[in-house]
C-alpha cells in the first residue's frame, strides 16, 4: 500500500503562485509514475503534470509554461509548482502514483494510488 498526503494549497489572485507538495509513504518503492490531476467543480477529474520513471514531464495543454513538475526521491515528496495563476486553475488537486513506468496522463486508471487532495481557489 501506498499513502499520499498532499499540502500547500489556499486561494490566491490571479497571477499568483503556489507550490503543492505530496509526501509520499508506505510501499514507495512499487511505483513508478506519478501525477497531478485536479478537478474543478461539476467537472470530471483531469490530469494536470505528469512523470514517468525516466524523469520525463507531461503537461496538460493550459498549464504548458506555468506549472513544473519535480520529485524529490530522498524525501518521497512529489511537487507542482504553478505560476501565473488563473481562474480556471481552481480546483481541487490530487497526487497520484502508478506501478506503471509509463503511465498515461490521460488515463486515471493507470493510476493506482490517490491522495485526498488540497484546494486551490484562484480569484480575479
Known amino acids: 500500500q501506498v499513502y499520499l498526503v498532499e499540502s500547500g494549497g489556499g486561494s490566491v489572485q490571479a497571477g499568483g503562485s503556489l507550490t503543492l507538495s505530496c509526501a509520499a509513504s508506505?510501499?514507495?518503492?512499487?511505483?513508478?509514475?506519478m501525477a497531478w490531476f485536479r478537478q474543478a467543480p461539476g467537472k470530471e477529474r483531469e490530469g494536470v503534470a505528469g512523470?514517468?520513471?525516466?524523469?520525463?514531464?507531461t503537461y496538460e495543454e493550459s498549464v504548458k509554461g506555468r506549472f513544473t513538475i519535480s520529485r524529490d526521491n530522498a524525501k518521497n515528496t512529489l511537487y507542482l509548482q504553478m505560476n501565473d495563476l488563473r481562474t480556471s486553475d481552481t480546483g481541487m488537486y490530487y497526487c497520484a502514483a502508478s506501478l506503471s513506468y509509463y503511465a498515461d496522463l490521460r488515463a486515471r486508471n493507470e493510476y493506482n494510488y490517490w491522495g485526498q487532495g488540497t484546494q486551490v481557489t484562484v480569484s480575479s
Open positions: 512523470l514517468d520513471s525516466d524523469g520525463r514531464a
Open positions: 508506505g510501499d514507495i518503492a512499487r511505483t513508478d509514475s
